[in-house]
């Protein structure tokens, strides 16, 4: 963990301008909703943010959770976006010691209200609010499906929601998603980022994981409706099982043009979040996570099995013999 850390930081430091200068060299950067280092010290970035639950900031990371069992961290942008088009790059690592078992994943929002998890309700979904009113990109390491998908984890969804659904962990969230994609972002050793674009009713969801330094696509979703003025947030969480989950920077970029009709941008804040269009839902086998508890759980029911029948062939094979007994005495 302390090499990887050790790269991590030496990666941050020997490139520190080289990401933003080749992919935003014409949008405009909105500070209030970025977040660059340092995260200390006068006129930190990090004032524009809330710190909750887990969440620690260092100079250099913001630690959503430690590679430990049940945590959730959260961090929250204080003032809303008031952009219609928007892009917004996160420059992030999920590491931990785990090498076949690790999770859960993390979580990027755009959602009416900045959660106040770990404390309150429904506090389910990586960190964050379930039932939640908004969009989130979900990317989760934690393959909860066992093997039934028909893609790898880990796994990169997209879901809109007005207050109703409900993020199915069981199914890892496909039976609600406008879209998804595999993308192997956990445990690399070089710098890992993601960009979620919306620009004309598109939620386009990218990546650079591969070391390439250039953003290939993962998801596309058209017809999908966000107002204006909601908040920016990036959670994550741990259950059983554990990871690190980091955010180097955030930056947000405004799409808008200028001749973009200021009467539809206004009409544009009272609108409910929806999507025209959802991924056709999967089978599902429901299978409970595996855990090393589950494991015990399994080897105590078969054992109780083997007992059970075991006696009922025992007192069978007395039934049969007391039984057969009987009709000799009987026959003679
Ligand atoms: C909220 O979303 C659900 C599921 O997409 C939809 O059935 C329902 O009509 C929506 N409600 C409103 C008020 O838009
Ligand atoms: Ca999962």
């Known amino acids: 963990m302390y090499l990887s850390l050790t790269i991590a930081f030496l990666s941050i430091v020997s490139f520190p301008q080289f990401a933003s200068s080749t992919w935003n060299t014409n949008e405009y950067m909105k500070r209030e909703n970025s977040l660059i280092r340092p995260f200390h010290g006068s006129g930190s970035s990090l004032n524009n943010w809330e710190l909750r639950g887990s969440a620690f900031a260092s100079d250099t990371f913001i630690r959503l959770t430690p590679d430990a069992r049940?945590?959730?961290?959260?961090?929250?942008?204080?003032?809303?976006?008031?952009?219609?088009?928007?892009?917004?790059?996160v420059h992030f690592k999920v590491f931990g010691s785990g090498k076949d078992l690790f999770g859960d994943g993390?979580?990027?929002?755009?959602?009416?209200?900045?959660?106040?998890?770990?404390?309150?309700?429904?506090?389910?979904?990586?960190?964050?609010?379930?039932?939640?009113?908004?969009?989130?990109?979900?990317?989760?390491?934690?393959?909860?499906?066992n093997g039934v998908h028909n893609h790898e984890h880990p796994y990169i969804s997209a879901m809109v929601n007005n207050g109703t659904l409900h993020y199915d962990h069981d199914r890892d969230g496909t039976h609600t998603q406008v879209a998804g994609c595999s993308a192997k972002f956990r445990g690399r050793e070089h710098d890992t980022y993601v960009k979620i674009k919306y620009a004309d009713d598109t939620v386009t969801v990218y990546t650079d994981v591969e070391n390439r330094r250039a953003w290939s696509q993962c998801l596309t979703a058209p017809g999908i409706i966000l107002p204006t003025g909601y908040y920016f947030g990036i959670t994550a969480a741990t259950g059983d099982l554990t990871d690190t989950h980091e955010i180097y920077s955030v930056r947000v970029y405004d799409l808008d043009?200028?001749?973009?009709?200021?009467?539809?941008?206004?009409?544009?804040?009272?609108v409910l979040p929806s999507a025209s269009f959802f991924e056709a839902p999967r089978d599902h086998v429901d299978d409970p996570k595996p855990s090393m508890m589950s494991?015990?759980?399994?080897?105590?029911?078969?054992?109780?099995?083997?007992?059970?029948?075991?006696?009922?062939?025992?007192?069978?094979?007395?039934?049969?013999?007391?039984?057969?007994e009987h009709s000799r005495k009987r026959l003679y």
């Open 70 to 89: 049940s945590m959730q961290g959260g961090l929250w942008n204080r003032h809303p976006c008031y952009s219609r088009n928007w892009e917004m790059e």
């Open 257 to 270: 043009s200028p001749d973009q009709d200021p009467a539809v941008n206004k009409e544009r804040a009272n």
């Open 295 to 324: 494991g015990f759980k399994k080897l105590f029911l078969i054992l109780v099995g083997v007992i059970v029948v075991c006696g009922a062939i025992f007192i069978g094979g007395i039934f049969y013999v007391k039984q057969n």
């Open 106 to 145: 993390f979580a990027i929002w755009y959602v009416r209200d900045p959660s106040t998890c770990p404390g309150g309700a429904h506090c389910s979904v990586f960190g964050s609010n379930d039932y939640f009113v908004g969009l989130g990109v979900i990317l989760d390491t934690y393959n909860n499906y």
